[in-house]
């Protein structure tokens, strides 16, 4: 049978961000893929280092919207690490209630637009509209629906009264009823798992190959989550378990994505019960020695990573930073090779990707 | 168990002729970072073969060029390791001019994307890269941009808005002038 060739994108419906996919293919399957990618990059690196440290707490929120976070969060960790700061406990918590509040919003998200891909749209408003309880309380503790604004060298720039730890508590008690109502869908919809089970599969020799991160390498059965393997803020001290599936494929995804999402509930809980009174940040300016360092986090992709290397100026030398879905992309030529066309949204989707971060 | 900071040395004793110091470093939390300069740059490929070997993952690649390694005709770039929740970054010091290092694609598959990047924004050639295209920066954008002295974003769109905004009041204040 002859092959042929088919564009994907930039601009495509079904795609959030532009990516480019030269997808080869004969008959309805895909035989081939190549990835042309650079449609959103703007140079933030190149930014990072002409802008000062307290400026790039800014810099790098504005990278994603989606893990906005994870990236101010384990920027201000780098500098940390590098100057041996030590932030006070009860910070550690509130980074911990920022991330995973973060995490819930969105993987919902990821599994809402998978709803929509498959043509279940009911599915799609079911779940966005539980996502929006966690952006009430984004916009209620932080202000912001999506870039929080929480972190600062040496620990947080916010705080929770009685009141606010009351309100989100009583958020979190909501959520659980609507998450466990979603899960039981994905998992017994025959519908769901009609068009999502076989369907890209990224077998766990794979995964380790193409070295993928996160719900993409946990649902292909790789125990890896950051906050076990390499713990920061307040994870060495709650309790959570890192959620694997072995099938691998969108569907696995989308389990281990919902499942982090019920137990980021539950961590956030913790974190309300457990946080001890205190500061929220060092009462000192901090001062950042020239030197390098990593800091590590996982974002609601995966392993996100920073390297710092400053000269003793209060400008990075080198700021770098690899996303999770950078490898992840690379990865889809394992997914798709095999798959119907009209699938290639759908198995895109189920890395959850970010163009954004994933160009700077 | 043998700990990861005995095992990285046996690694890298054994790849290494001689062996090379690593400098340990462990957060509050008991989070280690590794950090080794290789002597010569070519001893890249037989250090990474030993850390793939002891089942460690590519998680990054880090080139840069300080105003200071300029100064001195050199540049530097980090290969960060991570061995399952460790990381060791390695480093390599290459020449300004005609910078030369061996891909690492053969040994990790996802060095292909980072290569790919570093060699579109320094002027560094990676020997032996299965697929040596731009990554994300146009081919009509001058190439190793990051190793120019022009302001990288005066190269990308990043500055056409302010770019068409200054045309546009160049041209009413002639139209406004007649």
């Known amino acids: ?360 | 168990m043998q700990d990861v900071i005995s095992q990285v040395k046996e690694a890298l004793d054994g790849a290494l002729s001689p062996s090379v110091a690593i400098d340990w470093k462990c957060d509050f939390k008991g989070v280690k970072t590794g950090w080794c300069k290789l002597p010569e740059s070519d001893q890249l490929l037989a250090a990474a073969s030993a850390i793939s070997t002891m089942g460690g993952r590519l998680s990054t690649v880090t080139a840069y060029l300080a105003e200071k390694y300029r100064k001195q005709g050199r540049r530097e770039i980090a290969y960060h390791f991570d061995l399952d929740g460790t990381t060791l970054t390695l480093t390599i010091e290459l020449p300004l001019e005609k910078a030369r290092v061996a891909s690492l694609t053969p040994l990790f598959r996802n060095a292909d994307w980072n290569e790919r990047e570093f060699m579109e924004l320094y002027d560094i050639d990676v020997i032996g890269h299965p697929d040596p295209r731009r990554l994300f920066i146009d081919e009509t954008i001058e190439p190793a941009v990051f190793d120019g002295l022009i302001p990288y974003s005066t190269l990308i769109n990043g500055a056409s808005s302010k770019t068409l905004w200054e045309a546009v009041m160049a041209q009413n204040s002639k139209e406004q002038g007649k």
Request: aromatic content about 8%.
């Open chain 1, 1 to 360: 049978m002859s092959s042929y060739t088919i564009p994907v994108g930039p601009l495509h419906v079904a795609l959030e961000e532009p990516m480019y996919f030269r997808v080869e293919a004969q008959g309805e399957m895909v035989v081939g893929l190549d990835i042309t990618a650079g449609h959103v990059h703007r140079g933030i690196e190149a930014l990072a280092m002409t802008r000062n440290f307290y400026q790039n707490i800014t810099l790098t929120e504005r990278l994603c919207s989606l893990c906005s976070n994870s990236h101010p969060s384990t920027y201000c960790m780098a500098l940390e690490n590098l100057a041996s700061i030590r932030i006070p406990e009860r910070a550690e918590y509130l980074r911990v209630i920022a991330d995973e509040i973060k995490r819930v919003a969105s993987n919902l998200f990821n599994c809402a637009i998978l709803g929509h891909i498959i043509g279940f749209d009911s599915l799609f408003k079911h779940v966005m509209e539980t996502r929006e309880i966690m952006q009430d309380v984004k916009e209620t503790i932080y202000g912001n629906r999506m870039d929080l604004a929480a972190n600062c060298i040496g620990g947080v720039k916010y705080d929770l009264d009685e009141e606010r730890s009351k309100y989100l508590w009583q958020q979190m008690e909501r959520m659980k009823k609507h998450l466990d109502e979603i899960y039981a869908l994905y998992c017994k919809n025959s519908f769901v798992r009609l068009r999502t089970e076989g369907v890209g599969v990224l077998s766990k020799e794979d995964a380790l190959r193409f070295a993928v991160v996160g719900p993409v390498a946990r649902g292909s059965g790789i125990d890896y989550d950051v906050r076990q393997k390499s713990p920061y803020a307040a994870y060495d001290r709650l309790d959570f378990e890192v959620q694997t599936e072995n099938g691998g494929d969108v569907l696995c995804r989308a389990k281990v994505r919902l499942r982090e999402a019920q137990q980021a509930v539950r961590l956030i809980q913790q974190c309300v019960t457990d946080m001890p009174a205190g500061p929220t940040c060092i009462d000192t300016p901090p001062e950042i020695p020239a030197g390098e360092a990593i800091a590590k986090s996982e974002a609601p992709r995966g392993e996100l990573i920073y390297y710092l290397r400053t000269d003793g100026s209060d400008i990075p030398e080198r700021l770098k930073w690899r996303v999770p879905s950078y490898m992840n992309w690379d990865a889809l030529k394992s997914m798709l090779v095999g798959d119907k066309i009209s699938d290639i949204a759908l198995i895109v989707n189920s890395i959850d990707p970010c163009i954004s971060c994933t160009e700077r």
